[in-house]
């Protein structure tokens, strides 16, 4: 499967634990990037990596969440601390390098991890 | 602030009509455009991207720009219920390195058999 991986699925975690999310990028690509989705909401955008570099982050949560992409294994978003308005899906996308300018930035998605917290 | 907005619907067709999208963005600098397609529960999918004023057409779906009224379309002909979906319309420009989508909330699709 060339396609964006996303792991766990889905993930339970009780309020104060950790949540760890993972995004292996398509075959090719070089940026990821994060979406969280709560239930009968919109697509928000959270934070935009490249390999070892954070180029955007301007919506991610101030406190307790963090993203990584390093320059070997998957990019990591996680949450510590987590709370029942956590609960939501965590969508990852990736795009190849090359693009952007006039000709966009072209994203696809992986099929999400489902957090709910209890 | 750059905004994407779309009517959050429900749009309702019969089957086999054509469903009309749309969507209009803030920032004049906006060069390319996006229709994803997101069912319950499942993540966005990319349908269409469109960069230049005009049509483009693939099977059923038709995207439409229309740069200086700032507004992008999707048509979707001979609606079938499995294109009930959210119909989500994304905007990009380019600022530097930065590729980040702007997305709008989302078109709510239901066709009627």
């Known amino acids: 499967n060339a396609g964006v991986m996303q792991n766990p699925r889905h993930l339970v975690r009780r309020r104060g634990q950790e949540a760890r999310l993972r995004c292996s990028p398509m075959k090719g690509h070089s940026h990821v990037y994060w979406y969280r989705q709560l239930p009968e909401e919109g697509l928000k955008f959270m934070v935009y990596?490249?390999?070892?570099?954070?180029?955007?982050e301007s919506g991610m949560p101030k406190e307790r969440f963090s993203a990584e992409f390093p320059k070997e294994g998957p990019s990591i978003l996680r949450i510590q601390q987590v709370v029942r308005g956590d609960s939501a899906a965590y969508f990852c996308?990736?795009?190849?390098?090359?693009?952007?300018?006039?000709?966009?930035?072209?994203?696809?998605f992986g099929e999400g991890s489902w957090l709910t917290v209890v | 602030q750059k905004e994407v907005e779309q009517n959050s619907g429900p749009l309702s067709v019969p089957e086999g009509a054509i469903a009309s999208l749309n969507c209009t963005y803030s920032?004049?600098?906006?060069?390319?455009f996006f229709w994803y397609r997101q069912y319950s529960g499942k993540s966005p999918e990319l349908i269409m991207s469109?960069?230049s004023n005009g049509d483009k057409e693939d099977g059923r779906f038709t995207a439409q720009l229309n740069k200086a009224s700032q507004y992008v379309s999707l048509l979707i002909r001979d609606s079938q219920p499995s294109d009930s979906a959210t119909y989500l319309c994304a905007v990009n420009w380019d600022a530097g390195n930065n590729r980040k989508l702007i997305w709008g909330l989302g078109t709510s699709l239901a066709v009627n058999p």
């Open positions: 990596l490249q390999k070892e570099n954070i180029i955007d």
């Open positions: 469109i960069y």
């Open positions: 920032d004049r600098g906006s060069q390319s």
């Open positions: 996308a990736s795009s190849p390098p090359g693009q952007g300018g006039v000709y966009g930035n072209t994203i696809y």
